[in-house]
């Protein structure tokens, strides 16, 4: 007799717990990526609202400090012009006639936020390019909550900061600060 046999075990037994084993594991596999669904589901709800919280007044708080903002666009899609595929996407686009800015809205922005709107920014400034738009193109950080490590490593980039201040937004714009701007190179 095998050790298995001895023990009470048979390889139907053994072979029984794995498949039961495996069953169970698929069922947490289950409920673990419906959990990411909801949990991104509910980040994005998030970013929803501070895009709320953001957009109502946010050519009133830029044009208080000169700017000319005459039009504002929420949630717009820059496309490649061939192939249609999705290039970059802005939350908020302000418009006047010689200056575009794009705000990135986030319920909590990080470093890394502030690098890939960096990065966006150079996306805008080359389709712009490709459509012989001359206008200058300058960049924002909108959040709810702001550590101060982000908000001054926004600014040291040369984005403006907008962050929440208690039912509205704000925009400091520090002593001594220089916007970035994209400008065009044709």
Same mark, same amino acid.
């Given at each position: 007799?095998?050790?298995?046999? +001895?023990?009470?075990?048979?390889? !139907?037994?053994?072979?029984?717990?794995?498949?039961?084993?495996?069953?169970?594991?698929?069922? =947490?596999? @289950?409920?673990?990526?419906?959990n990411? @669904?909801?949990?991104?589901?509910?980040?994005?709800? $998030?970013? !929803?609202?501070? &895009?709320?919280?953001?957009?109502?007044?946010?050519?009133?708080? $830029?044009?208080? *400090?000169? *700017?000319? *903002? +005459?039009?504002?666009s929420?949630?717009?899609?820059?496309?490649? /012009?061939? =192939?249609?595929?999705?290039?970059a996407?802005?939350?908020?686009?302000?418009?006047?006639?010689d200056?575009?800015?794009?705000?990135?809205?986030?319920?909590?922005?990080?470093d890394?936020?502030?690098?890939?709107?960096?990065?966006?920014?150079?996306?805008?400034?080359?389709?712009?390019?490709?459509? @012989?738009?001359? @206008?200058?193109?300058?960049?924002?950080?909108?959040?709810?909550?702001?550590?101060?490590? =982000?908000?001054?490593?926004?600014?040291?980039a040369g984005?403006?900061?907008? &962050?929440?201040?208690?039912? =509205?937004?704000?925009?400091?714009? /520090?002593?001594? $600060?220089?916007?970035? !701007?994209?400008?065009?190179? $044709?």
């Open positions: 007799m095998s050790e298995l046999q +001895t023990e009470g075990l048979t390889f !139907e037994k053994v072979w029984a717990s794995i498949q039961e084993v495996s069953e169970r594991q698929k069922e =947490t596999d @289950r409920i673990i990526k419906e990411a @669904r909801q949990i991104g589901k509910l980040g994005n709800r $998030f970013g !929803e609202l501070a &895009e709320h919280l953001v957009a109502p007044g946010i050519m009133d708080k $830029f044009n208080a *400090f000169g *700017f000319r *903002f +005459t039009r504002n929420l949630d717009t899609v820059f496309k490649d /012009p061939e =192939t249609r595929n999705t290039l996407e802005v939350d908020i686009i302000l418009e006047s006639g200056l575009v800015m794009a705000v990135e809205v986030k319920s909590k922005p990080r890394q936020d502030v690098d890939m709107h960096l990065a966006r920014m150079e996306v805008l400034r080359s389709l712009a390019d490709a459509r @012989r738009d001359e @206008r200058n193109y300058r960049g924002a950080i909108a959040g709810a909550i702001l550590t101060d490590e =982000t908000r001054s490593y926004a600014q040291k984005l403006y900061v907008l &962050e929440q201040s208690g039912d =509205t937004m704000k925009l400091a714009i /520090p002593d001594g $600060f220089v916007p970035r !701007e994209w400008t065009a190179s $044709f």
